[in-house]
């Protein structure tokens, strides 16, 4: 049992590694007092763009096909002044750049940069392997539910470790569809599962 966990992580660890070297490279720069131009490289199918505003609400939204490089402009003249989000995601991870605006034009705030890696979970029979990598190591919340949305466990993560893993059980449950939420601290991602 042991080795076939060590065997998981290594997979993952490769897994991980190999989706760092091929994932976007995101560029973030101000072009003038009120103009942002994000650049994206190595861009895979599927991978969005998105710029919110601090409440989370979505300003701008596009999903993207692969392509070797994407370039958008934001002007914002048009938006109130505050905190804002330009925000990518890829299969593996979300990167999130903060932008200030105010009444002297927009700011990046270039040390509150986070990447928020995604929960990788493996299926095994009945026996469900879940890793995340925790680049902050803010508490995380882990729930399942069945697909008639009856929780069947609640876990409390306090753990200091940047990597949280697990393996869950499933023999005891009918086969079907279930869903596993991870809530970290400001992001929530669920996958679902077929046992």
Known sequence: MKRVMNLFLIACAILFSISV???DVMSVKIENSSTLNVSLSNISKGQKLYLKNYSGK???DITLE???LYRKYFNFNTVKDGVYFVETETEFDVKITPVVKNKKGIALIN??????FKPKVLVENALVRVMLTRSEKSPLQ???YDREGVMLLNENVEEDKAIFERAYN???VPAGKYFIYFDLKDRKF???INI
Do not use: C, G, Y
């Open 190 to 192: 669920v996958k679902e």
């Open 111 to 116: 040390q509150s940069v986070v990447t928020v």
């Open 21 to 23: 070297k091929a994932s």
């Open 170 to 172: 499933f023999s005891d």
């Open 142 to 144: 882990v729930s399942i």
């Open 66 to 68: 692969a392509m070797p």
């Open 58 to 60: 979505i300003l701008f």
